[in-house]
């Protein structure tokens, strides 16, 4: 934010250290986080009875807890060995913040660069086995809410999990794509426009999707809609 508003495109080492440990700590976290929230909506809708007992406030401060360690701990292993390798490319990232990949390539240390690609591979198969997690609890979900006799008992079940549902799926989407995309199609421009899309949008959008479920704010948000409807008539209509 302070080098867009100043126009500044330079950054400390230490500073770029210290900004992808949090990307890294954060968006791990994140991920995380969203695998035990589908555990909590399976469980809220698959088994209602057991609900108090599966997740307790206890179970839930574990789980939330195991989450930001194993956050700390992924951002902390590829920080540190990430900045271990030296660097003989020149200072130059091709990119408007400190990203792994774009830091690998100023690197010349094969084996550091071997050892990087290892636990990108480790932290690669977990977030493998969380989106397989999330998969089957959602196939598990949607069986239990086809079942509910009622239009309104499957509306209010489904609804329950449409703002998780709209997160993760936006979350996963572009950082799958700006990670996974072949070769033949990267670009400057596009590498630079899908981080954005993943590091920017969804953590922008989160609070207003998860809100939409509260009734003052969409009342308020439907009053104001009105209210600008009106006065955009009054603008191209004064008669009126």
């Known amino acids: 934010m302070h080098n867009s508003l100043w126009d500044t495109t330079t950054i400390s080492y230490m500073g770029c250290a210290a900004q992808l440990f949090f990307f890294l700590f954060f968006i791990s976290s994140e991920y995380f986080l969203l695998t035990i929230m589908c555990y909590d909506r399976y469980v809220a809708i698959c088994k209602p009875l057991h609900y108090g007992t599966l997740l307790g406030s206890r179970a839930c401060a574990h789980m939330a807890a195991a989450a930001w360690a194993t956050g700390f701990l992924n951002a902390l292993l590829h920080t540190a060995n990430t900045f271990s390798l030296p660097l003989c490319q020149g200072n130059a990232l091709g990119q408007f913040f400190c990203e792994i990949p774009h830091i690998l390539k100023l690197s010349c240390s094969h084996s550091g660069y071997l050892r990087e690609l290892g636990l990108i591979g480790v932290s690669g198969c977990s977030a493998l086995g969380c989106f397989v997690f999330i998969v089957f609890s959602y196939v598990q979900i949607f069986r239990a809410v086809l079942r509910i006799p009622s239009q309104q008992g499957r509306h209010k079940a489904f609804s ?81």
């Open 160 to 240: 329950t999990c449409l703002p998780h549902l709209t997160v993760l799926s936006l979350f996963v989407s572009t950082a799958a794509f700006a990670n996974l995309k072949p070769p033949s199609i990267s670009s400057p421009s596009l590498d630079l426009a899908l981080s954005v899309l993943y590091s920017v949008v969804p953590p922008a959008l989160n609070p207003l999707i998860y809100s939409l479920r509260n009734q003052e704010l969409k009342d308020a948000l439907r009053k104001m809609m009105t209210g600008c409807f009106s006065g955009a008539i009054k603008c191209l209509c004064p008669g009126v």
